[in-house]
């Protein structure tokens, strides 16, 4: 059962670890979720469009590697770590209020092997942190 860092309106799934540009990955996972947080869904509200990778696609560590469109703003989420893209959320493509449903569940973006790229994660408490002097 997961735990959470509670920061202002934020929540913090403390499983996972995160990025500066506010993705986080499920590394205890195999294979690994990627999705946004808390805090970069609250910023995008309500999300209208999502434009998934293509299955086998590869990326490194901060390239773009899908894209979000909300009603106010289109943002680019980069790949945390350098993966190989193994599914996407199909789900998303019809519904991509699940993102800001549950950003840390249903709303996940893909899977991906982790082909390296993960010291500069942070841990939920670091990001937590990160978040507080934003």
Known sequence: MSSYIKVGENIINTDFMYSKTHEWVA???SPARIGISDYAQRN???LVYAE???VGSQFKKGEVLCTLESIKAVAEVYAPVDCTVLEVNSALLD???LI???PYGEGWLVKVKIEG???SLMTPESYANFIREL
């Open 95 to 97: 519904k991509p209020e």
């Open 27 to 29: 590394i205890k996972e």
């Open 44 to 46: 995008l509200h309500d």
């Open 117 to 119: 790229g993960t010291d």
């Open 52 to 54: 998934l990778p293509k």
């Open 100 to 102: 800001n449903k549950d």
